[in-house]
Nanobody, 123 residues
């Protein structure tokens, strides 16, 4: 089976940091683009960061300058380092995988989604 498993969510105080990981199985990881999207009830899923199969990274405007994103093809894992967290970062964070890099243009291109991990930032 193709699986994406997110980990690292939790409760953190405003200004703190969290590190989210997404481990993939069942895909040829190195050819896939990977992305993080977040969602709160009643709102659309929002871009956090995307990394292409070549290692290019794009961030959503709301997190630019605060988060970093990397991939480790040897471990089939991507890591989102979240710093200077704000209460508005509170959301369920989802990992998505796209086989042809079209995720770069929007979440509709995601082929596979993880089940999400909850991040809660307290004020």
């Amino acid at each position: 089976q193709i699986q994406l498993v997110e980990s690292g969510g939790g409760l953190v105080q405003s200004g703190g940091s969290l590190r989210l990981s997404c481990a993939a199985s069942g895909i040829i990881f190195s050819i896939y683009a990977l992305g993080w999207y977040r969602q709160v009830p009643g709102k659309e899923r929002e871009l956090v960061a995307v990394i292409s199969n070549g290692g290019m990274v794009k961030f959503g405007d709301s997190v630019k300058g605060r988060f970093t994103f990397s991939r480790d093809n040897a471990k089939n894992t991507v890591t989102l380092q979240m710093n200077s967290l704000k209460p508005e970062d509170t959301a369920v964070y989802y990992c998505g995988a796209d086989r042809d890099n079209s995720i770069w243009y929007g979440p509709g291109a995601v082929d596979y989604w993880g089940k999400g991990t909850l991040v809660t930032v307290s004020s």
